[in-house]
Nanobody, 114 residues
Framework: QVQLVESGGGLVQAGGSLRLSCAASGSIFSINVMAWYRQVPGKQRELVAAATSGGSTNYADSVKGRFTISRGLGTVYLQMDSLKPEDTAVYYC??????????WGKGTLVTVSS
């Protein structure tokens, strides 16, 4: 059974920083991509950043230059700098395994005050 556990969310003022962490348990050697998504009420969940097992990364245009994704074996981090109120959302950790199956964490709330 695979579980993803996020931590690091909270309340921060605009311009501040937060670091999200996610740790996977289970068959971590079979993880291909680890990513962060976010969702606000009434909107679709959107990709924030992703990192492959080969070291490639990609980012949503809205966070490029402000957020940095990094990962280890079964872990993924999201360093968020220069936060804006529009970054307020529930952030979800995602792991896509080599068999194509996705697993999700329960989410962690990030609130950026203006």
């Amino acid at each position: 059974q695979v579980q993803l556990v996020e931590s690091g969310g909270g309340l921060v003022q605009a311009g501040g920083s937060l670091r999200l962490s996610c740790a996977a348990s289970g068959s971590i050697f079979s993880i291909n991509v680890m990513a962060w998504y976010r969702q606000v009420p009434g909107k679709q969940r959107e990709l924030v950043a992703a990192a492959t097992s080969g070291g490639s990364t990609n980012y949503a245009d809205s966070v490029k230059g402000r957020f940095t994704i990094s990962r280890g074996l079964g872990t993924v981090y999201l360093q968020m700098d220069s936060l804006k109120p529009e970054d307020t959302a529930v952030y979800y950790c995602n792991a896509r395994f080599t068999n194509g199956v996705d697993y999700w964490g329960k989410g962690t709330l990030v609130t950026v005050s203006s």
